[in-house]
């Protein structure tokens, strides 16, 4: 027995939420007495695979081959289910990240087992009973759902569990599991990445402004206070769907979920669409000239003002900040 | 081309969530239930691809009959014809294997699903749908074009996206991006009455998971109030007191 976590690189680095789910992977491990055993593939330096046992794994298989560099889905489902056979993983984990979510159905159906995806906390397991907490109805709500199958299947949502370290070296293998010709169906041409930009997804601060900003022309000062912060932008609807601003940009409901430790929103309503998508932040700061904006209600922290006043004001104290620290 | 586009029955996002039953079964008193949007989104460009004469639409719903108000508007919306499996959706597993089961042998070029459904979220249908049928999958699609036999897609990824080539079939799911949602003309909500709407009975597919209980996220404690000159206090503490700076 042993419990698997598949560890995703971007362009052959580790990112954050690759080392939460490790540290996830190793708690389950310890709720049911086992190794935990990572999986790698791509081309990932030999140090970098060794210490992902910094985060708790004690083995990591590493399965190098250019054919593999980039993702490609179906390939990298069966090399998953051979190694969770390989290693008779009875749970196996990887990140929700949007990689996570083509790969862990796939993984799922080919070892028949039962898939939960979205979690945020650990397993419970009382009297051979496995429950995980996930997230439903678009952050309004938690479903704890049953895992029934011999062979689990978690997904664990991204910024929602603490990364721990250690000391420990994990032992690197090689791995070359045989691939068939129909497992690469799909083929990257390009990756395209914003660079110098932190990745919403990812983020751990984020500043994101709506309708009260006016038009796109007065982003600048969304921009610099989100440089400044080190955080990552995003908006509301209707500034996607208008096209003030990229759709990667768009959280809520029927955009992307985020769950940073700081939200700061800024001349938007907070209607409960928007706030489907953000309500899991840690600490949310609201900027509306209206007094009675929902978003109020859900906020930690709250200045009733003009954002072209406060906005600018707001820089130069988070600079002075800086300076200082 | 015939597309097979997979839509789901959600409750309106502007619904307040409420659990019943010793929070075991969502309350739908009041609550309305609407297509899902990103379903929307899949259906506008599987009819965009289809104009025309270039093709079909298919629509099938793994449902009750209540569903049927949802179906009838994916049909007003443009879809050709539509067909229900008769079952409650269990879960994602359950509703991927009725899908296969239907799609195995009818030749469908393409599979549009939602990026993911508005109430369970889980953005697994497509994925599943793609192994099951031993097909590619590509989730979370933001730009879908095809030339002949072959398809460019444009994936979301943390932090930009990921060109793609895929030869059809394949599944997709669709994100904001694919295209724009299309409201249903009087022709449209006219000839939908009378367009196909298949019934078919579900088969039996092994139960993996269970939906055991429900909660709603802990209210949060008040807001503190500040003036709107007061952003070096503000700032003071995010650092001091959230420690999130
Ligand atoms: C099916 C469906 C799905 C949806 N999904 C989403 C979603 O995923 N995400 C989403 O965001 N929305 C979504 N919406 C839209 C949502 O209902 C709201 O319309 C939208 O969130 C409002 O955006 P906003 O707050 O930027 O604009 P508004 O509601 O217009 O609010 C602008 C705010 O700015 C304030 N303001 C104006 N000027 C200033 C100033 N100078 N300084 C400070 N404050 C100022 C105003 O007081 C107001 O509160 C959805 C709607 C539907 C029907
Ligand atoms: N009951 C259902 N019947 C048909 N398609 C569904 C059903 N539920 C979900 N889907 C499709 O699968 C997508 C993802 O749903 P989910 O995996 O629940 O997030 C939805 O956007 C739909 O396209």
Redo the contacts between chains.
Sequence with gaps: MSVLVYVEN?GGKF?K?TFEVVSYAAAVSKQLNTDLIAISIGNVEQSDLSNIGNYGAKKILNVSNDQLK??V??AY?SIIAEAAKKESASVVILSN???G??????V???L???????AVELPKIENNVF?VKR???????????????AIKVIALNPNSYQINESNDVAVVENFAPELND?DF??????????SD??????A??VVSAGRGMKGPENWAMIEELAKT?GAATACSKPI?DAGWRP??E?VG???I?VSP??YIAIGISGA??HL?GV??S?????INKDPEAPF???????????AF??VP??I???K??KAH? | MKILVCISNV?D??AK?S?SGDNTQFNTTGVQYILN??DEIALARAIELTENGKGTVTVIHVGDINSEPTIRKALAIGADDAVRVNSAPRD??FV?SQIAHYAKEKGFDLILTGRES???????????L???L???????V?KIDIDGSKA??V?????????????LP?VASC???VAEPKIPNMRGIMSARTKTLDVIEAVSV????????????AP??S??????????K??????TE?K??
């Design positions: 971007a990112k939420s980039t993702f889905n179906q489902a990240s949007f990689t979510k083509g790969l862990s159905p796939r799922a159906v080919k028949g087992a039962g898939l939960v995806d979205a429950t997230t439903a109805f678009s952050g309004k709500a938690f479903a704890t759902v049953e895992l029934t199958s129909s169906g799909t083929m990257v041409s390009e990756i395209v990445r914003a930009k932190i990745a919403l997804p990812d751990e601060l912060l996607s759709h990667e768009h409901q029927t955009g979920a430790n700081l409960i669409q489907a309500s899991s840690k600490t949310i700061v609201v109020f209600k859900v906020a930690d922290y709250g200045i009733v003002g003009d006043d406060v004001k707001l130069d104290a988070v002075a900040y620290s | 409750p996002t502007t969530i659990f949007p990103y994602a597993y991927s508005i109430d369970y979220n889980g953005s697994q249908i497509a994925a599943m793609g192994e099951l031993n097909i590619p999958s590509i989730s979370i933001k460019n897609v994936r979301e990824i943390e932090g930009g996206k990921e060109i793609l080539n895929v030869s394949f994100a904001e991006g092994d139960e993996l998971v269970k939906f055991t209980s429900y909660s709603v996220p949060r404690g807001v503190t109030m500040l003036l709107d000159n007061e952003v070096e503000l700032v003071n503490l995010l650092h959230a999130v700076i």
